[in-house]
C-alpha cells in the first residue's frame, strides 16, 4: 500500500471485489453492488426498534415465505441504509402489509408493479429524506436505500427474482427503489398524513402499488380549471385501463399546489374536480376495444368479445360519459417537487378505491 | 390445492410461463408435479383459435388426470 495519499484508510481492494461478487454471485443483489453485512453491524440495525428480531413482518402464504425483522434488517443493511433508516422501512412493511395487494401475489404479476413508498413527518429531515428537486430521481441515501431495501427484500426473503416467480412483462424502473417524502413545507394545505387522521409530529410512511409515474408539463397556465383537465386528462388514460377503473396519486409540484390553493381550492376540491372530469366517451373506449367489461375478471374489453357485458357505467345508464375513477377517494394528492415550474406527476396506482391510503406511523426512537 | 383437497386436477399455461410455474411447483414441495402447456398467448386469440390451441394437448390432460 505504498503510495497512498496520506490521511486516507487503507483497505484491501482485492478482498471488497471478493465479497462483492460472492454476494452478486448467490443472487442477492438487485444487480447493483450491495453492501456486505456483519452481525456486528446488523446489531445497530436491530437496536433501532422495540420489535423483537424474530417478529414476522409480512407473510406471503401462497409463497409459504415470511419476512422477519432481522431479514427485513439484513436487506436494509445490504441496500445502503444507516441503521437510523431502519424504523422508517419496518413502517413501510406495516403499511406495505395494509395495503393488501402485496400479499396477493401483486409482484409476481406480469403488470410489473413496484411498492412506491411517502413518508411524511419529522423524520424526512432528520434523515435527509428528499422531498423537494428530483424527488423521484437519484441522489439522496435515504430515499434510494429505504426504497432499495424493500426490492432486496422482495428478492431475498420472498425469492421474487425475474423471470422466475416475479412474472413481469417489463417491469418499471422504480423496481430499484421508489420512496419520495412531502413536501409539507412549501404545501398549502394540511400534509398528507394529517389528512389521514395522524398528528403533524408524527412521521409515517404511506404504501403504494405503482404502475407508472406519467410528467405532466402545465407551465402556460394560472387557471384552476385548465390544470385540473390537463391532470384529469392523464389519468383517464385509456391505456391504464386494465380493470374497469383505476386509481391514481397526483403528486403536484409546489407551483401547481399553489396554484389551486391560490383560487381557493382545497385537496377535496382538486380531488373532486378530477374525479369528475376523468372520464371517457363510450365512443373513445369502443376505439380502443374496452367499451365493456368481462362478465367473469371485470376486465375491460370489446362489447362483441364474447365474455362481454356492461360495464357500471352502462348500468347505471350514465349516458355517453364513462369514469375511469369509481370515488373522488382513489385520487390521492401529495405535494412534491420544487418550487420552480409547472410540473406535476401522476403515480398510477393498484390502489383504494373508495377506502383510505395505507399509512403506518414510524416508531419513534424513544420507543 | 385442489389436487391435495382430493380433486383430480390438471394446470393449464401457456409455454411463456412454464419457468414460473415451475418455481411455484417448487415453492409447494411438488417439483415433479405435471402441468400441460399451450402456446403462448391466449387473451387476444378468437374461441377457435383457442380450440385449436388446445386440440392437441387434450389427452395429455386426460393422462393426468387418470394418473397416467
Partial sequence: MDGAPAGLPVIDVDAVRRVLEEYAERGWTDGLPVMPVTESYLAEFLEQTSRGPDEVLLSMPHLNRACTVRVAAINAAMAGCRPEYFPVVLAAWSALEAEGYVTRGIWQSTTGTAPMLLVNGPIREQLGLNSKGNMFGSGFRANATIGRAIRLTAINAFGLRPREL??????????????????????????????????????????????????????????????????????????????????????????????????????????????????????????????????????????????????????????????VLNSEQAVQIVVAGAQNAGVSAVIETFGPRGGPPATAAVESASA | MLERAGVPTVSICTDAFVVPARAMADVYGAPEFEFVTIPHPIASLSPPQIEANVRPVISEVVRILAGG
Fill in chain 1, 166 to 323: 416475479d412474472q413481469a412483462t417489463q417491469g418499471n424502473p422504480a423496481k430499484y427503489t421508489a420512496c419520495i417524502a412531502e413536501n409539507e413545507e412549501e404545501s398549502p394545505w394540511p400534509p398528507f398524513h394529517v389528512e389521514h387522521g395522524f398528528d403533524a409530529s408524527e412521521s409515517t410512511v404511506t404504501a403504494m402499488t405503482m404502475r407508472s409515474v406519467v410528467h405532466i408539463e402545465a407551465r402556460h397556465t394560472t387557471v384552476p380549471e385548465q390544470l385540473g383537465r390537463d391532470l384529469a386528462d392523464t389519468v383517464r388514460r385509456t391505456g391504464a385501463l386494465i380493470h374497469e377503473t383505476i386509481s391514481a396519486c397526483i403528486a403536484l409540484g409546489p407551483e401547481h399546489a399553489s396554484l389551486f390553493a391560490g383560487a381557493g381550492w382545497t385537496k377535496d376540491d382538486v380531488r373532486r374536480f378530477v374525479y369528475e372530469h376523468a372520464v371517457n366517451s363510450r365512443e373513445a373506449l369502443a376505439a380502443v376495444g374496452k367499451d365493456a367489461v368481462s362478465g367473469k375478471t371485470r376486465w375491460r374489453l370489446s362489447s362483441e368479445h364474447p365474455d362481454a357485458t356492461a360495464d357500471t357505467a352502462a348500468e347505471q345508464g350514465s349516458g355517453n360519459v364513462v369514469s
